[in-house]
Structure formats: C-alpha cells, structure tokens
C-alpha cells in the first residue's frame, strides 16, 4: 500500500516505546530475513528478540538488490506498523565500476569529474537497493602515515569542501524521492583525519582555532549543499569521543551550523565509549551517545539494552526519542520508501548498469584526470612504434587496483597494465616480469635477474610498483612510507639494465620516493575498474597527464605531518632546500619541502603563465578584487591545466598560513592556444579565526600568486581595506 502522505507524528503516536528505539538501531544485512532463533553475530549476543528485529530501522553492507528486496519484502510482511527499512552502505568511489581512489579523484582538480562520477555511483547503487550512502568522507589530512588519506581530497579545506559539496549534489540531486538518488552522510565529524602519528583510530587534540579553520569548513560546506545525514567520528577530540561529545555535537552542529538532518554513530562506536574509558557501562554510553543527539546507533547494543530503561526511568524524556524516530522517518519519507519500499532496486537494471562501456568510459576518463606525472626526465610518452616492451613489476598483471573502500567491485573485472598495454600495442611484442612481492616484510630477490633481463632486451620499460590495497583505507597506517619490501631495490636495477624506464605506481597515499632513481614517475593510485587501460593511455600518449597532487609527498617519513600551507614560524629556513640552518627551523639531513608539493604535477606540453592583472592594488568588501590570469600552451600536446590561485596573509593577528589556496580552475588548452582565467577574490575569502575564534578579516597586505608551493608563476600584492 502506498503511503506517500503517511502521518509521521500518527504513526510515532502509535507506536510502543521498543518500536520506537527499534527505528534507531542498525544492524548488519547478515540479520535480516532471518528469525531471532537464526541469527548469527553481535544481534546473537544481544539476544534480539523477533519482535526487535521485525520493527528494525535499517541495515548496512548487504549484498544486491535481490537481497535488498528480499530483507525488505520480509520485513514489509512482519513490521507491525508497516515501517520499511532503510538500506545503508559505503558507496565510496563507484558501486560496481569503480573510479579512483578519492585521493586520486581530488587530484583532477574537476568538480565536474566529480559529479560525473559521484552520478554513475548513485545510478549504480540505487539500482542495487541502496537508500544511504556513508559519503562523502571529508576529513581534512595531512598524514601521510594514516591510512585513511586514500578516502580524502587532502591537505587543503578549500578543496575538500568543493568536492564534498559536489559529492552531496550529485547523490541528493534536486529530489530525494527520485529513484536514482541516494541521501548522503558526510563523515567522519570530526578531525578525525588528525589522529596523532598517523594511527588511525588515534586521539586527536587540536585547538578550536585550528579545527574551526582547517578541519571543520568541509563538514560546514556539506551542510549547507543540505547533506541529510552526518558521522560522528571514532576519535576522541581534546578527549571527547565525537558520539558524546556535546561541543560538537550540540554546540557547533545544532546550534551553529543548524543542522536538521539525521545523526548516525560510526560502527560500534558507541560501545567504544566504553572502550574508550569515558563511559562506565553501556547503560551510561547509550546516555551519554543519545543525549548527545546520536539518532542512529550503529552496530552496538547501546539502545537495544537501555534505552527504553531509560526513557521508563525518567532519565530520558521519551519527547526526545520520538523527535530522534521523526529524523528518521522523515528520511524515509523523503526518500519515498513509503511510497515504494523496493525503490530504485531491481535487479535487471543492476546487471545492466554494472560496468557497461558507458560507465567503463567514465571509470578510463576519471582514472586518466586523476593520474598524476610526478616526473619526466624525456621519457614520457613512449613512442607507440616500440617493437618489445617490459611490463615489470608485481603491479604488471595484477588487477588488485581498484583500492579499499570499492564497494561491490570486482579485482577480476579491473584492467591490468599489461592488458592495457597489450590492447594498445596490438603489433608489439610485450614481455612481463615479477620481480618482487610488494609486502612490507618480503626480501625476496629470486625474480631481480629475470627482470633484468627483460629490462634489458626492451625498447622501454613499465615498471609497475605500489603498495598492496590493503595497505591503506581503514586500519591500515604505515610506519615506513616508502614503496614496502625490496621494490626500492629492483626500481634499481631493473633503471640500471634500461634508463628508458617509467615507473607506474599503484598507492593509497604519498609515499616517499627520495631513493627511486626513475626517469619518469606516474602515479595511477588505485584507479579502479580502468586503470590498465588508462595507464596505457597516458603512457603511450593517448592522453595526456593533468592531474596535479593534493597532498605532499614527503622527502622523509619524519616530516609528517607535512602540508603546504603550514603556519608561518617566528625561525623560517632561508638557507637552500639541502643545507642545514642553525636556529631555524628545520632538519639535519633534510630539507623543510616535501619532495613533491601539494600542486604539482607535470604535463607533456609545456604551459606558459604570460600575466597576472589585478583589477586594483586596493579592495574592500563592498568591491572584491578581480584576478586575471592569462595562460598559453606553448608545447606540442592538446592538454588541460588546473590554473591555482594563491594568497598569503602578510600581517594580521594570528599567525597566517604561509600560502592557502583562493581559487582553481582547470581549462583545456590546444598548442598555441591561449586562454584567460578570471577569480574573484572577495573579502570573505580573506576571513580567519583570530584569537577570540572570530571570524573575521584584517586590513592590510596580501600577497597573491600563481603556481603551487615554492613555484610562484606570477605574484602580486593588494591592501585590504
Ligand atoms: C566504519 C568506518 O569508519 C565508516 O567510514 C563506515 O562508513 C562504517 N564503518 C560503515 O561501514
């Protein structure tokens, strides 16, 4: 029965204090369509009772739409009220054709990839029966260490925010209720990107000076493009785990930012309240979770066990548990599930969607934006005459590049460099070698001499390196960043035995690459479903590199964290990158740069930055700064340029970063073609916290430039009024 126009304070009216909390517990697929008698996993321990599981409020991670129809069909059938569930999962990058790594998505500085993108997900995930999806992640980072970097857009707040907004907008579209849409939940609020050394789960401790300006903008700018559902994270931040912490949650969330929407916990994140040593029982961090505004608790057994007690008690007023069943409902609401409780879900349509050519062409095009040519001494691109090439490597036929976090895909239906290459060069002679495992703690040498060799008898070579995918994502922080096991070593011999040698890498973060002697440097990250295919491209041409970085790439693992716009210190270094400087700050033996910087990211034409004009030397609110920069493609390749716009806060109450970024734009450029790029630069734009954490603007000078990092194309200076 349809019931489009359902009553939603009725239909609470009607319902008995368990089914209310029922709508406010999570629990995995593995649950449903089951009896109590059944089940298996944390629900067994619980001791759910049928009556429990038939009113539950949704579920997460279940496998398609068949099943998706199935759970549903069943609880429709049991469910007293006729509440259908709601269906939750990591829709991350891609459903079944899977896109790059965030991480390497962010680097094609292109909203527009990104929505693109985000879109074929939706379309993807809806068929398959999903309702939610717990993205985007917008965790601001800049720790190389931790393994979680991969989910993010990096080290900079103005660009997180950008895509994370986008992200929203293309899952939610205009209309909820529309088949091929999907709520949103934006995660992991908050700072949980800061985790001391890099260790995920870590504490974090950050003044609200630099959580305000650094780490919270993203989560804001989710809000306001009307993300409904939020995450608190895991973390616990100035020693407050996020699911109770009441700054955050009440304070800066419901008051400040007025969010309205649903509030999920992590997994189990209000058990680890125990855990965590903040709650005595789980009594107390049910309490603690709920009266924090935590509507939905996620697999544990807070509610379940005390919530009614507490409501029965007088703890908690049941009005606040019935406001918290209303979020949920509402949701449900908009998301048309009472209308049809299957939504979008079909199996055939699944099927159909699942890697056809038009989403595999999006999945090549993403993973060639997000590509980035960290380096390219001649080498690149080879020549697609060559008689005999080496495709070397344990990434060489190994299709485990779709990265953590993919959802429904698939290794087997990725694309390998070699099959990529070998569909590219259809006339010539591709010989692949292994060489060595890519495990952190495996020295085997036994494959160097048979990569050697076919180095050695190649026209080129491809050498294809990384870190396994279980190497990042949740869980998995390293210690040592550099490429694991001894793939430093053949990288050396195998440039030794042929110079005419390009390094394709398959990474989840910035990994230091101080030692790696190869002329040419690609970074694929995990490019998903296409990588093979788009890695040939780029390598042999057919496309050309664009993507630019968007976290540092350390010399050394000891100068995480690292990021580019950084405090200015009261010491800064002044001697050259590789000389050590007494009393200032930095380090013996290294330099105060990353090796590679937030920005960069080469081409194979060559882009000329002609001019910089400013609209005025002065500006004020009431007339905002207009910047126009002029660029020409001066080399011989058709290619595209993200042209960055940078500012530095000479003088002002707090100290300022030493550049942030305004402003991007990436445009396309043919040879010989020139284009101007117009950024208007506004006094909001030039606001930070001061002391007192308002937000405000001081006048005075700003310095402005083009390029990234230490590379300033074109720089100017203005007054602020
Ligand atoms: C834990 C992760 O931290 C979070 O990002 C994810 O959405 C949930 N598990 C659900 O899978």
Redesign the pocket.
């Known amino acids: 029965m349809a019931r489009k126009n359902v009553n939603l304070k009725k239909l609470i009216s009607q319902m008995t204090l368990e089914q209310k909390v029922s709508q406010l517990i999570q629990l995995n697929a593995m649950n449903f369509a089951k009896s109590a008698t059944e089940i298996t996993g944390p629900a067994q321990q619980w001791g759910l009772s049928d009556e429990w599981l038939n009113t539950m409020g949704s579920t997460?991670?279940f496998a398609d739409a068949e099943e998706m129809i199935k759970i549903q069909k069943n609880h429709m059938e049991k469910d007293p009220n006729g509440i259908p569930m709601m269906f939750?999962?990591?829709v991350i990058h891609g459903y079944r054709t899977i896109y790059p790594i965030p991480l390497g998505l962010a680097a094609s500085f292109d909203p527009e990839l990104v929505y693109e993108c985000t879109r074929m997900a939706a379309k993807e995930a809806a068929a398959g029966g999903v309702n939610v999806t717990?993205t985007p992640?917008v965790d601001y980072v800049r720790d190389a260490r931790w393994g979680?970097v991969l989910?993010t857009a990096g080290e900079d707040p103005y660009l997180t925010s950008v895509i994370g907004a986008t992200q929203v907008r293309a899952f939610q579209g205009d209309d909820l209720s529309d088949k091929e849409n999907l709520a949103a939940?934006v995660?992991?609020y908050a700072a949980?990107g800061g985790a001391e050394a890099g260790r995920d789960y870590n504490t974090v401790e950050l003044s609200e000076r630099i959580l305000r300006e650094y780490y919270l903008p993203s989560y804001k700018a989710c809000i306001d493009a009307g993300v409904k559902m939020i995450?608190p994270?895991?973390n616990s931040l100035n020693g407050v785990p996020s699911a109770a912490n009441s700054w955050l949650m009440k304070q800066v969330l419901k008051k400040e930012w007025k969010f309205r929407g649903t509030v999920i916990t992590?997994?189990n994140a209000i058990g680890e309240l125990k855990t965590h040593g903040i709650a005595e029982n789980m009594r107390e961090a049910a309490k603690m979770a709920f009266e924090n505004g935590c509507d939905i608790e996620?697999m544990s057994n807070g509610y379940h066990d005390h919530l009614c007690e507490l409501v029965r008690d007088g703890t908690i007023d049941e009005k606040k548990v019935d406001e918290a069943v209303m979020r949920v409902l509402k949701l449900k609401k908009e998301l048309g599930l009472f209308d049809d409780p299957y939504r979008g879900a079909s199996p055939e349509r699944e099927k159909a969607l699942a890697l056809c050519p038009e989403h595999r062409a999006i999945a090549r095009r993403a993973a060639n934006e997000s590509a980035v040519l960290l380096k390219n001494e001649g080498v690149l691109p080879f020549s697609k005459d060559l008689k005999k090439v080496a495709v070397i490597g344990h990434f060489a036929e190994c299709n485990e590049i779709k990265g953590f976090w993919s959802c429904h895909g698939k290794d087997s239906e990725c694309v390998t460099v070699a099959d990529g290459i070998r569909a590219k060069l259809p006339g010539a002679e591709i010989i692949t070698a292994y060489g060595c495992s890519p495990l952190w703690n495996d020295k085997n040498t036994d494959g160097f001499s048979e990569a050697v060799a076919a180095a050695k008898e190649a026209d080129a070579v491809v050498l294809c390196l990384g870190e396994p995918q279980t190497y990042s994502g949740?869980g998995n922080s390293r210690a040592d960043i550099r490429l694991p096991g001894m793939q430093e070593e053949l990288a050396r011999a195998v440039v030794a035995a042929n110079p005419n040698c390009a390094l394709v890498l398959f990474n989840g973060r910035p990994l230091v690459l101080t030692d790696i002697n190869c002329p040419a440097i690609l970074d694929m990250w995990f490019p998903g479903s296409e990588g093979g295919n788009s890695a040939a491209d780029l390598l042999f041409g057919d496309a050309v590199p664009c993507g630019k970085i968007t976290m540092s790439f350390p010399k050394a693992v000891g100068q995480c964290p690292i990021y580019y716009n950084h405090p200015s210190t009261g010491r800064p270094k002044w001697t050259a990158e590789d000389v050590h400087q007494a009393y200032a700050s930095n380090y013996i033996g290294c330099g105060n740069l990353p090796l590679y910087s937030f920005g960069h990211g080469l081409s194979y034409t060559k882009f000329e930055y002609e001019s910089m004009e400013l609209s005025d030397t002065k500006m004020s609110a009431e007339k905002p700064l207009t910047v126009k920069i002029t660029v020409k493609n001066v080399g011989n390749y058709a290619a595209k340029e993200t042209v960055q716009l940078y500012f530095r806060d000479i003088y002002a109450s707090t100290v300022r970063p030493v550049q942030q970024l305004a402003a991007f734009e990436k445009i396309a450029l043919a040879p010989g073609e020139k284009k101007t790029v117009t950024f208007t630069v506004t006094e909001e734009m030039l606001r930070f916290y001061n002391a007192e954490c308002k937000h405000v603007s001081e006048a005075g000078e700003f310095v402005i430039f083009t390029g990234y990092a230490d590379h300033r194309y074109k720089e100017a200076r203005f007054f602020l009024k």
């Open positions: 997460l991670n939750m999962m990591d717990f992640m979680r989910e939940c995660k992991h949980y995450m994270s895991f992590d997994y996620m949740e």
